[in-house]
């Protein structure tokens, strides 16, 4: 049995308290957050609540594992504190704030005395059905050789999601569409396509008025890969819109999923492509390879499963031995990839190479 303690009781720790709860060798010990609701958060959980990490070690044994779940610029001082005191990490994403803050953590994790100590950073999607059947399907080789991908990440989020988290809304807390959300897609692109190496984005009108929120609603990005491939990604999140990964797999139980119609990624190879999350390829199998002939249409079926589950059996696994599926390096170069579209927004219109 694997003792987890989740740090942070906003809006991701209690999913992934249930995601505890609900695997056979876990048990969920305590929550901690210094914020007052959150006493009531652990009690319907039935688990200890403390406000500090400080607080827990004076009253229970030091548990095996913590999942981190407070905001983006308290993610390396929690988890350096967190395997300070012996404790494995599944780190939510984006791994920090700022590059050099995230280097600074891998180096603190990698000294002697914690070498032992497993990190996992939370890009869950990596877990998610529908990223799964895509890389099978890419990996089979039945789209050719890829040539490039095309994404969408478009929603409007209202105003009390700001309202209730105001650093969600401050570039400098960590906020902003670009390492809240797009670093999911980054990530996705990474384990899909392999290393991006060059970002060139154009920032959108910014549209909320109040004065408070400096941080980027959109952009539109052009991306070059290690491997040649290419990409282009629309991300906002100020327009109402069923285009993005969550309308479109409904992984998130507070988006309603959008049946029919919302396609986010689109993957085009030399002999077929593939939408997403229809998982419809569009071919020319057994006639000829052309725009004269009409396009055949295969459909993929894919299993619903709880990334948020598959990823804890992982980190169970992973505190046994197995290689992390995404290791704090991989969250370091989605987080680089983020940076390189923050510059290429705010800069002179150059390119970012990475
Ligand atoms: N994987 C996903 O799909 C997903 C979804 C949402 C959020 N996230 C990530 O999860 C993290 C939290 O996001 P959220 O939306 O739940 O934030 P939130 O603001 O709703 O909750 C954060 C909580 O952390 C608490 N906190 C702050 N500092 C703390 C500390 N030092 N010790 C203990 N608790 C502390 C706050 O009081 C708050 O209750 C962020 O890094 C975010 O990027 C991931």
Redesign the pocket.
């Known amino acids: 049995m694997i003792r987890i303690v989740i ?7 209690p999913r992934h308290a249930q995601s505890v709860l609900s695997n056979a060798n876990t048990s969920l010990v305590a929550l ?4 007052p609701s ?1 006493e009531s958060i652990a009690e319907r959980l039935q688990t200890n609540y403390f406000p ?1 990490i400080e607080a827990m070690l004076q009253t229970i044994p030091v548990p095996d594992a913590a999942i981190v ?4 610029n ?2 390396v001082s ?1 988890t350096r504190s967190l395997l300070s005191h012996g404790m494995h990490v599944l780190l ?3 791994i920090s704030d700022t590059v050099a803050s995230g280097r600074d953590l891998l180096e603190f994790a990698s000294q002697q005395e914690h070498r032992h100590l497993r990190i996992l950073v ?1 890009h ?1 999607r990596r877990f998610n059905p529908y990223v799964r059947k895509t890389k099978e399907i890419i990996d089979s080789g039945s789209l050719g050789r890829i040539i490039a991908v095309n994404g969408l990440w478009t929603l409007f989020k209202p105003d009390d999601y700001f309202a ?2 105001p ?1 969600r809304r401050s570039s400098s807390s960590g906020g902003g569409v670009i390492p ?1 959300n797009f670093v999911h897609d980054v990530d996705i692109l990474h384990y899909l396509f392999g290393p991006i190496v060059r970002i060139h984005a154009e920032k959108t009108l910014h549209q909320r008025q109040d004065p408070s929120h400096d941080a980027e609603e959109g952009a539109a990005i052009i991306i070059r890969f290690a491997s040649g491939v290419v990409g282009t990604f629309l991300v906002c999140d100020a327009t109402p819109s069923p285009y993005n990964f969550e309308s479109g797999t409904g992984e998130n139980p507070l988006i309603p999923k959008m049946d029919g119609g919302a396609d986010f990624y689109r993957v085009f190879g030399s002999e077929a492509s593939l939408s997403v999350p229809d998982m419809t390829r569009w071919n020319y199998d057994g006639t000829e390879k052309s725009w004269n002939q009409p396009l055949t249409r295969d459909r993929f079926a894919v299993e619903e499963e709880t990334s948020f589950d598959l990823q804890l059996k992982h980190f169970v696994d992973v505190i046994q031995g197995e290689e992390p599926s995404c290791s704090g390096e991989d969250a370091l170069r989605a987080l680089m990839a983020c940076e390189a579209v923050r510059k290429a927004m705010e800069g002179d219109g150059r390119s970012i190479d990475l």
């Open positions: 740090v942070g009781a906003g809006l991701i720790g901690i957050d210094p914020s959150a500090s779940c407070t905001p983006n308290t993610h929690v939510e994403k984006p939370g869950h209730a988290a650093w809240i």
